[in-house]
């Protein structure tokens, strides 16, 4: 027999096909309507909006392309003449500096001050920015300031009366299926409004380190960058800024800038006219699970810290290479790429309690964040170059490396520097676990399981703690010849 719930749809699918059938007025409603039911109309909700959308147009000065070679023509060739006369002229032609025009999207958040969101690249090297109103209206904007990493910029015009504008909704709020509109200036058709649902959130696209984007199916196109993408109360949650398609068109995987991210950057471009984000003064990788499993951690989650910059806010409260924040300033950092998020959006001076993960052990520290330098390093990284020449007098080898103790001969060879200090990896077995993780002659091993090492028969006694204790891999902190640090888990092999 049927299940209850299988029963019961067939039953209601019967009970409207007869209703339709015995001509009832009642017409045929979808199963589970109340659930699967979109928004009757957006039409109101689209006429009360459109006045605060605008279109952005730019204009750039753009210096003449690369000289065409002429072609290679035999001497005395009847065509010689007509090629010479031909590219000299197309040359002169191309030296010419050009005008270059380009089109997108932006809305109005402050009516009275004439303040306009759009996305950076949408007016990046422009002379010259107009926005262009609904009702014809032309006027021409003033850049106040931009954000690269975000995408954002904000423009600045002066109206005669108060402009529509839009308000901030809440981002964190939406949820997966929620319905939201896009309106925008595709491909220079002016004010168009497009529905979809939410596809999915906190996507990476890699297009930044504060990647946290809205997906949608509301078709995005060119020329919708920087447009709002509304919910259905007329909030914007999310700012329209970047689709994937082979073919240039929307195929229903568009990308918006959540809300809550443009909002703190919005703030700060219109106040200072540049961006100032927290900084804590680490350099941090993924926790894998072969490191989860290193660490002993019942979980793959938080941000691995491979190094602490000297004399930053982690270096002062005693953060440490190897310690894993779970935890910052009271939010879990479920994943590595949502550290320089939270640090970002956190306020200079701020003190924030930190939970790091240490030896098993979990250990709150206390930071006073200082200001970004945009230069600094958020994730560790590290590669060297270079095989041995000669192998090294006295080597032992251990899990597919082998291995000697760091000396001055070593150092010359290995292009070392003199603060570098722990086991150097002369050479790694083709196929090992070690050279699927990318170690490299030259490497020098400071750490194994997060207790220092300084000879090979260290590294050796530290592998058989672990494979005594039933480790599958050992973490390894690695050094490059210039000092750059990372973890490295390698599995563990019988041997």
């Known amino acids: 027999m049927a299940p209850d719930f299988v029963r019961r749809r067939m039953a209601r699918v019967a009970a409207a096909a007869a209703g339709v059938l015995l001509g009832g007025m009642a017409a045929f409603q979808p199963i589970d309507a109340a659930y699967a039911q979109g928004p009757v109309s957006v039409a109101d909700l689209a006429e009360g909006l459109g006045d605060a959308v605008v279109n952005i147009s730019t204009a750039q000065t753009v210096q003449g392309?690369?000289?065409?070679?002429?072609?290679?023509?035999?001497?005395?060739?009847?065509?010689?003449?007509?090629?010479?006369?031909?590219?000299?002229?197309?040359?002169?032609?191309?030296?010419?500096?050009?005008?270059?025009?380009?089109?997108?999207?932006?809305?109005?958040?402050?009516?009275?001050?004439?303040?306009?969101?759009?996305?950076?690249?949408?007016?990046?090297?422009?002379?010259?920015?107009?926005?262009?109103?609904?009702?014809?209206?032309?006027?021409?904007?003033e850049l106040i300031g931009t954000d690269e990493k975000t995408d954002l910029a904000v423009l600045k015009v002066e109206p005669e009366t108060p402009l529509k504008d839009v308000s901030f909704g809440?981002?964190?709020?939406?949820?997966?299926?929620?319905?939201?509109?896009?309106?925008?200036?595709?491909?220079?058709?002016?004010?168009?409004?497009?529905?979809?649902?939410?596809?999915?959130?906190?996507?990476?696209?890699?297009?930044?380190?504060?990647?946290?984007?809205?997906?949608?199916?509301?078709?995005?196109?060119?020329?919708?960058?920087?447009?709002?993408?509304?919910?259905?109360?007329?909030?914007?949650?999310?700012?329209?800024?970047?689709?994937?398609?082979?073919?240039?068109?929307?195929?229903?995987?568009?990308?918006?800038?959540?809300?809550?991210?443009?909002?703190?950057?919005?703030?700060?471009?219109?106040?200072?006219?540049?961006?100032?984000?927290?900084?804590?003064?680490?350099?941090?990788?993924?926790?894998?699970?072969?490191?989860?499993?290193?660490?002993?951690?019942?979980?793959?989650?938080?941000?691995?810290?491979?190094?602490?910059?000297?004399?930053?806010?982690?270096?002062?409260?005693?953060?440490?290479?190897?310690?894993?924040?779970?935890?910052?300033?009271?939010?879990?950092?479920?994943?590595?790429?949502?550290?320089?998020?939270?640090?970002?959006?956190?306020?200079?001076?701020?003190?924030?309690?930190?939970?790091?993960?240490?030896?098993?052990?979990?250990?709150?520290?206390?930071?006073?964040?200082?200001?970004?330098?945009?230069?600094?390093v958020t994730e560790a990284s590290a590669t060297t170059e270079g095989e041995p020449e000669t192998a090294p007098a006295e080597q032992s080898k251990v899990l597919g490396m082998m291995l000697a103790e760091l000396d001055d001969s070593l150092r010359e060879q290995f292009s070392i520097e003199e603060d570098v200090t722990g086991v150097v990896v002369t050479e790694v077995e083709p196929g090992s676990s070690a050279e699927e993780k990318r170690v490299m002659a030259g490497d020098v091993i400071k750490e194994v399981a997060q207790e220092p090492v300084e000879t090979p028969a260290d590294v050796q006694a530290e592998i058989k703690k672990l494979k005594d204790g039933g480790r599958r891999s050992a973490l390894l902190l690695l050094s490059n010849p210039t000092g750059d640090v990372r973890f490295v888990p390698v599995r563990i092999e019988d041997e």
Do not use: C
């Open 170 to 376: 809440d981002s964190d709020a939406i949820r997966v299926g929620d319905w939201v509109m896009a309106i925008g200036n595709p491909f220079g058709l002016g004010g168009t409004v497009t529905v979809g649902i939410v596809s999915a959130r906190n996507r990476d696209i890699n297009s930044g380190p504060y990647d946290n984007f809205i997906q949608t199916d509301a078709s995005i196109n060119r020329g919708n960058s920087g447009g709002p993408l509304f919910d259905m109360d007329g909030n914007v949650v999310g700012i329209n800024t970047a689709i994937i398609s082979p073919s240039g068109g929307s195929i229903g995987i568009g990308f918006a800038i959540p809300a809550k991210t443009a909002m703190n950057v919005i703030e700060q471009l219109r106040e200072y006219g540049e961006t100032r984000r927290g900084w804590l003064g680490v350099r941090i990788q993924e926790v894998t699970d072969e490191i989860a499993d290193s660490l002993a951690m019942d979980e793959a989650m938080g941000a691995l810290v491979a190094g602490v910059t000297e004399d930053g806010p982690a270096a002062k409260a005693k953060i440490e290479p190897g310690d894993v924040i779970i935890k910052f300033d009271g939010r879990e950092v479920e994943a590595m790429r949502e550290l320089p998020r939270m640090v970002a959006e956190t306020a200079i001076g701020k003190e924030v309690e930190v939970i790091v993960l240490r030896k098993g052990e979990e250990v709150t520290i206390s930071v006073t964040l200082e200001r970004l330098v945009e230069n600094e």
């Open 65 to 141: 392309r690369r000289t065409v070679p002429m072609p290679e023509v035999p001497d005395g060739s009847p065509f010689q003449e007509f090629f010479e006369e031909f590219f000299n002229r197309q040359n002169r032609d191309n030296d010419q500096p050009r005008r270059v025009q380009s089109l997108g999207s932006g809305f109005v958040i402050d009516g009275k001050e004439g303040i306009i969101i759009t996305n950076n690249h949408v007016i990046e090297g422009a002379d010259e920015i107009t926005a262009n109103f609904n009702d014809g209206t032309k006027l021409r904007a």
